[in-house]
């Protein structure tokens, strides 16, 4: 396995008290997989993925528990250079808002070239020249000319083409997408996810992607975990949990997605709102929202039950959601 | 159609581009809307879909009157009100109304949600008398679905989901005929869009609204509307009803907007066959000569660098009949299904174009 992630325990001091972002999540990609993280704002999608890059922020991030085995090292037992030189060089992250993510007073060659400066310890001259090569990989027209140019004189879509240039340029074997085209326009989304997935099999990269999209999940992934109140909800092959949602909130998802035949008429809503992750209730997280939740689910922690030998459902009734 | 409520007529506009402080020189035009027409039904919701930057934002804010058209003719009620000042103006914006996008900077943190929904009525103080305004407001918190006890909150204290309902109870204040709702549901989490889109349409039967309903989540405005039209840089390429659009487009630029638009169903990865256009959209000061979208588009010829193609039934369909004859600007119009339709309800189980909302989760 490339990366398992083992009970990993994420959480925030505030000023209003302790917010539990990540509460036990236990995932793994293997090289060549790709891996959906699905959840809503505040699911703590985002923030495991920020803890296996080691770009948490700590305080008031830390982490309380649980392991991430990269190539079989904990990456949290590591010291601060050790995971440096792991960070960009053997995992990379792909960040959803590429303006942001890039620094504008730089060229993109120049930051391009960075990557290869540190963690290679080539001249600034060759540094270019992999740039180049880089943007061409990207497809990005006339790289030659543009190499020098910055990042404003770039659209959305060749900037979250840069951002993956930059992601891809030490070969890594682990790519962390966290939302990569939730800002672009879907002709250009479609652009940049079949970039992204046609270097993921010729590189062999595990991918985790994060994303709140059930189309683009459907899409891409060959496996999903579905996360809810920083815990993993369901985690199954992309064709089962399609076919059949074996938790309730996975359910719920799918269901509020508009069907043509259900055209004029109400759609599903799952009710009211995500928990507040400083005081998630009590038992199964989903309780208050649950349409089958029962007494049990008010009191005990559902555990990720093994539906199949690939699949787990961390709720108590997971044998009626999958048939109902 | 129904009798029209609304009707735009050729509506532009250009900001202009100015060089020089003194004399300011007027250099060139971001042609954001650049001769749009369509008429909105009574009772009828009108979907506008469009990538960024297609002008359809400012489509809704001339319709609400934030904006002056440069050119061009909104009729309300058969009445030109591009033209009107003073107090007819005053009385057609009352029964024009908007929801915005980003329930959270469209609400002002600093009044608590009676103020903000009793807003209007400072404006229009004829529609409800002072005192009975805490009451209409408390109304209009229950009809969207909160507690009418949240009165004295503020907007910090409510989720995105319930804000969106706030800013949906300061449109319904004024009891509007007309909504322009613009990305209302894009910002919310997915399982609360569900919640607001039900809202949205229990409100249209309770109060007989008609909606111009703007959006670039192609599923959740089909799921809505009864009539689409899809914009591109600045016009409407493309309008029908919603099963001509999604199930007969014959727009290259609404086909290939379908077909990228991820669909929820793993089975359908293998056997859909996706247009990806080359290239960005072009920029809005520097329009491409005869077709706009010639520039992406997969069957450009030379026709359609010269000659400029007109919103109307293509000559190809002339005559015909079905779904396919709609108005369509492109020169080669041909229809070309990009969605499988849906079949049994285990394989196909959802439909097309599923597209989350514009921001992150």
């Known amino acids: 396995m490339l990366l398992e992630v ?94 942001s993510s890039l620094n504008p ?4 060659g120049d930051q391009l070239g960075e990557m290869f400066v540190v963690h290679r310890g080539m001249s600034r001259k060759d540094a270019r020249a992999k740039a180049v090569e880089l ?25 979250q083409r840069i951002m993956i240039a930059m992601a891809l340029a030490l070969e890594p074997a682990l790519i962390i997408a966290d939302e990569p085209t939730t800002a672009l326009d879907v002709t250009v989304q479609a652009q940049v996810m079949d970039l992204l997935a046609e270097l993921q099999r010729e590189y062999r990269m595990g991918l985790i992607l994060i994303t709140h999209d059930l189309g683009v999940v459907a899409d891409v992934a060959d496996r999903i975990a579905v996360m809810y109140a920083g815990r993993i909800v369901e985690s199954a092959p992309v064709h089962d949990i399609y076919k059949a949602p074996a938790h309730p909130y996975t359910r719920g998802l799918l269901d509020s997605i508009p069907r043509l035949d259900q055209k004029g ?23 208050p929202r649950c349409p ?33 | 159609m129904p009798e029209p409520i609304l009707e735009v007529d050729g509506l532009v506009k250009h900001y202009p581009l100015t060089q020089g402080v003194l004399f300011k020189k007027q250099i060139g035009a971001v042609k954001a809307v650049d001769g749009v027409d369509f008429a909105l039904g009574r009772g009828e919701t009108l979907g506008i879909v469009g990538e960024s930057g297609c002008g359809k934002s400012t489509v809704a804010k001339m319709l609400v009157h934030l904006e002056r058209p440069t050119a061009g003719v909104i009729r309300y009620k058969g009445e030109d009100v591009t033209k009107l000042s003073g107090r007819a103006l005053k009385a057609v914006r009352r029964n024009i109304q908007m929801v915005f996008q980003d329930p959270y900077t469209s609400l002002n943190p600093r009044m608590t949600v009676g103020d903000i929904i009793g807003e209007p009525y400072e404006i229009h103080p004829e529609v409800a008398p002072k005192g009975d305004r805490r009451r209409r ?15 004295n909150r503020y907007p910090h204290q409510f989720s995105g989901g319930q804000r969106q309902r706030i800013g949906i109870a300061r449109g319904l204040a004024l009891r509007p005929e007309v909504i322009v709702a613009d990305e209302p549901v894009s910002a919310l ?9 039900n809202l949205l349409a229990g409100l249209q039967k309770e109060f007989d609204l008609s909606y111009v309903f703007i959006a670039h989540d192609l599923s959740i405005v089909r799921h809505i509307s009864d009539r689409v039209g899809v914009m ?24 290939a907007l379908l077909s990228a638009v991820p669909v929820p169903d793993p089975e359908a990865r293998e056997h859909r066959e996706r247009i990806i256009l080359a290239g960005d959209v072009p920029s809005p000061t520097n329009i491409p000569s005869g077709c706009r979208f010639r520039t992406r588009c997969f069957k450009a010829r030379e026709r359609c660098a010269q000659e400029v193609p007109l919103l109307a039934v293509p000559e190809a369909f002339r005559g015909a009949a079905g779904p396919a004859v709609h108005p369509s600007a492109c020169h080669f119009a041909e229809e070309k299904q990009v969605v499988p339709p849906e079949t049994d309800p285990g394989g196909d189980r959802f439909l097309p174009p599923a597209d989350g909302p514009g921001r992150s989760a």
Not at chain 1, 135 to 159: C, N
Not at chain 2, 245 to 252: E, G, L, S, V
Request: with cysteine; charged share 25%.
């Open chain 1, 6 to 99: 083992r009970d990993l325990h994420v959480e925030f001091r505030t000023r209003d008290g302790i917010a539990k972002a990540v509460n036990g999540v236990t995932y793994a990609v293997d090289e060549g997989e790709t891996l959906a993280v699905l959840g809503e704002s505040g699911s703590g999608k985002s923030v495991t993925a920020q803890a296996v890059m080691g770009i948490l922020d700590m305080p008031p991030g830390r982490i309380t528990g649980g392991e991430i085995l990269f190539k079989g090292r904990d990456l949290l037992t590591l010291k601060k250079d050790e995971r440096r030189a792991v960070r960009g060089a053997e995992m990379a992250m792909i960040f959803q808002d590429a303006l």
């Open chain 1, 105 to 108: 007073v730089l060229s993109v």
């Open chain 1, 135 to 159: 943007m061409d990989r990207v497809r990005i027209p006339a790289a030659r000319e543009r190499v020098k140019q910055y990042p404003h004189q770039f659209s959305g879509g060749m900037r």
């Open chain 1, 265 to 287: 008429q109400e759609l599903y809503a799952i009710k009211g709102l995500p928990p507040n992750l400083m005081r998630i209730p009590p038992g199964c997280p989903f309780h």
């Open chain 1, 292 to 324: 089958m939740a029962q007494d049990v689910c008010r009191t005990d922690v559902p555990p990720l039950y093994e539906v199949s030998g690939t699949r787990g459902s961390a709720c108590h009734f997971w044998r009626e959601c999958l048939h109902a």
């Open chain 2, 137 to 151: 407001v408390q109304e209009l918190l229950d009809v969207v679905g909160l507690n009418p006890e949240y009165i």
């Open chain 2, 189 to 197: 989490d997915v399982s609360v869009q569900a919640q607001v889109i």
């Open chain 2, 232 to 255: 591109y840089l600045g016009r409407i390429v493309e309008i029908g009803t919603d099963e001509q659009i999604y199930d007969h487009p014959t727009h290259p630029y609404t086909q």
